[in-house]
């Protein structure tokens, strides 16, 4: 069964950081792409940052230079650092990833950047 737990989230001031996590099992995670995704109150879902599974980063225009994506491969964990925070990062943020053709999602993780 694909699991992935989100970890990190809280209530940070303007200008902080926040590092994300996400903790994967059911599935081979070194041979899966990985990616954040957030959702604010009343939107869609937005992606955020995609790290591949040969690692190569890609990243939202409203993140890049702010946020940095990472993985660990020997502990199957996804990270996302997040630098600068601004009012509109505030979200629940999701680790996904696709598994035979499924999208998965975790449970989410709140961002509140407030002051």
């Known amino acids: 069964e694909v699991q992935l737990v989100e970890s990190g989230g809280g209530l940070v001031q303007p200008g902080g950081s926040l590092r994300l996590s996400c903790a994967a099992s059911?599935?081979?995670?070194?041979?899966?792409?990985m990616s954040w995704v957030r959702q604010a109150p009343g939107k869609g879902p937005e992606w955020v940052s995609t790290?591949?599974?040969?690692?190569?980063?890609y990243y939202a225009d409203s993140v890049k230079g702010r946020f940095t994506i990472s993985r660990d491969n020997a502990k199957n964990t996804l990270y996302l650092q997040m630098n600068s925070l601004k009012p509109e990062d505030a979200a629940v943020y999701y680790c996904?990833?696709?598994?035979?053709?499924?999208?998965?999602w975790g449970q989410g993780t709140q961002v509140t950047v407030s002051s």
């Open positions: 996904a990833t696709e598994v035979a053709l499924r999208n998965y």
């Open positions: 790290n591949s599974r040969g690692g190569t980063t």
């Open positions: 059911g599935f081979t995670f070194g041979s899966a792409d």
